[in-house]
């Protein structure tokens, strides 16, 4: 199968829940979807066997700032399927004041891993994703801080203690 | 009485061989494995969160150093990425440069994984030997790159260094030892009686169990699964020199030595390959030092397997957003999985048979029955694997 029927396949597949698509290279398609169609349309990809589940990426979309459109701060989760050449990419926003996303643990297992790495992260929650346990971060790194948003620039330095740094050995 | 038989066996975080720690807790009835849990991120150095502070030719130096072993694949994942943003290409006889490079760097690696291998099985000969001789093309890399790891040989647009009359020789020579030396490693570890005892039909994950675990790289082929981003698209120069694949249907540790030890039949016939049609011309093309917005997913075959970079630049100096997918994290799940079931003694040997990129344990806790309790270290845990099977 070559690049562009496989990505025909997907399109078609996953056609009843796409918002928007776009082709932004030729090896490539984006699928906008709500974060209800989510776990219908990995199933009907892992159904369909269209390739496999590849990578997980979180993208941060900070709250706009001083003269700019008014926009809520939202994260862009984004679960890439490779094919041979062909990658597909089911793009999920979710906003800061209600980041819940449901897992895709119950469909791809493997998932877990990706995930628990976007709930620190992120600050995503993956709704019945089986182990919510820091996978990355520190043990003492603080609740509700998370790294990869942009708003986060580093810990002020606290007296007598070297931030950003774990102490627990 | 049979709860009180199991045990809970941490297993981490430090281990002096493999590189780079990681902790695994694995559940045991008796001697039997009931389940696995991993816990990363000791190594964790917020790259990614560093990218964006930085510019492209400084995440050039950032990202070589995400893997010491692998350093030169995750510096060209993101080379070309940007170069793909950017709309450029580099030159054919760069892209034949990174090629020879991968390969090199392959080889280093495989021969690696098979002294660890060697070495937490109890065969030490072979961890000597195939040690001894991954010196050759350490070597090699050192003398084409001036680094026996981070050999930077990356630009975006382009290589830093030409491959001469003198590295040519240099490198057929050297690959030519190697691959008298390989074809005896090949019979050794398909006929060593001793070996194959600690090999065959363990640690065995089918070919369904790879595409739900989402494994990759030579995992991933040792259990059928045909994927390799070299062939399925091909980047660099693999596209003029195409390689061919190596897949067995094994699936047992045996499957992933056979298919390591063949795929380094296939990296010396490329290597060939490339010297003796390298294309002439310049090593690098101008790329802007903004690079144009626009996201883009670069995907390399590492030694460990696919390797995904996702890149998304704001146009300015610096990019919005790197993310890095590396094999190791696909083959983990993996290794979760298939644990289950197998003894405690072939632990070592599962783990350093997806020739992980995370290093596992130091000492381990026995808890015993709530009252006793002992530490282990790893490489008590590993003499314990190998007396096990000594007494069989």
């Known amino acids: 199968m070559d690049t562009s029927t496989a990505l025909e396949k997907a399109a078609a597949i996953l056609q009843p829940w796409a918002l928007a698509t776009a082709t932004p290279e030729p090896n490539r398609l984006d699928v906008v979807i709500e974060r209800g169609s989510l776990i219908p349309a990995v199933k009907a990809l892992v159904k369909a066997r269209w390739g496999f589940f590849s990578a997980l990426t979180g993208l941060d979309q900070p709250p706009s700032g001083d003269g700019e459109p008014v926009r809520e701060g939202c994260v862009e989760v984004l679960y890439h399927f490779c094919s041979a050449a062909a990658v597909v990419t089911l793009r999920v926003s979710v906003p800061y004041s209600d980041a819940k996303i449901d897992s895709i643990c119950e469909v791809i297992p493997s998932a877990t891993l990706y995930e628990r790495e976007l709930i620190e992260m992120f600050g995503v929650e993956c709704t019945g994703t089986p182990n919510t346990e820091r996978l990355l971060l520190s043990d003492d790194w603080p609740e509700g801080v998370y790294p990869l948003r942009k708003s986060f620039t580093g810990f002020q330095q606290a007296e007598g203690q070297e931030a950003n740094h774990g102490s627990a050995a | 009485m049979e709860a009180q038989r199991k045990f809970i066996v941490p297993i981490g975080p430090q281990h002096p061989a493999l590189k780079e720690p990681g902790h695994f807790q694995f559940s045991v009835e008796g001697e039997i494995v009931t389940g696995a849990t991993v816990r990363l991120g ?308 599962i783990l350093s048979g997806i020739d992980p990129c995370f290093s596992c344990n130091d000492r381990m806790v026995t808890i015993n029955r709530g009252s006793s309790s002992q530490v282990w270290t790893w490489e008590e845990l590993r003499r314990y694997g190998i007396e096990y099977y000594r007494q069989r």
């Open chain 2, 42 to 349: 000791y190594v964790h150095r917020g790259i990614e969160k560093g990218a964006e502070a930085r510019n492209w030719t400084q995440n050039l130096y950032l990202f070589e150093r995400i893997c010491g072993i692998c350093s030169h694949v995750h510096a060209t994942a993101l080379a070309l990425g940007a170069e793909r943003l950017a709309g450029v290409e580099a030159p054919p006889r760069a892209q034949a440069i990174r090629t020879l490079m991968s390969e090199l760097e392959r080889i280093h690696s495989h021969m690696l994984w098979l002294g660890v291998a060697a070495h937490e099985g109890g065969f030490e000969t072979l961890f000597m030997y195939s040690w001894r001789d991954r010196e050759i093309v350490m070597d090699l890399l050192e003398s084409l790159s001036g680094n026996r790891v981070n050999y930077s040989v990356n630009l975006i647009g382009g290589v830093k260094f030409d491959v001469t009359e003198k590295h040519h020789d240099e490198i057929l020579k050297g690959i030519e030892i190697l691959e008298e030396r390989t074809k005896h490693y090949l019979k050794v570890v398909t006929t060593d009686r001793t070996f194959l005892a600690r090999t065959r039909g363990v640690g065995l994950m089918t070919l369904q169990q790879a595409e739900l675990f989402g494994a990759v790289g030579p995992t991933a082929r040792a259990s059928g699964v045909a994927r390799d981003v070299r062939i399925d698209a091909p980047y660099e120069a693999y596209p003029q020199f195409p390689v061919r694949l190596v897949t067995d249907d094994g699936g047992d540790l045996l499957a992933r030595f056979k298919v390591r030890t063949r795929e380094l039949f296939e990296s010396y016939r490329l290597i060939r390959e490339i010297l003796n049609h390298m294309p002439p011309g310049e090593l690098t093309t101008r790329v802007p030092r903004r690079i144009p917005a626009g996201e883009t997913i670069s995907r390399v075959e590492a030694p460990r397997g696919e390797l995904f970079y996702f890149i998304k630049s704001n146009g300015s100096e610096k990019p919005e957003r790197i993310k890095v997918r590396t094999p190791s994290l696909c083959n983990w799940a993996s290794v979760t999985q298939v644990a289950i079931g197998h003894k405690l003694a072939d632990m070592p040997m």
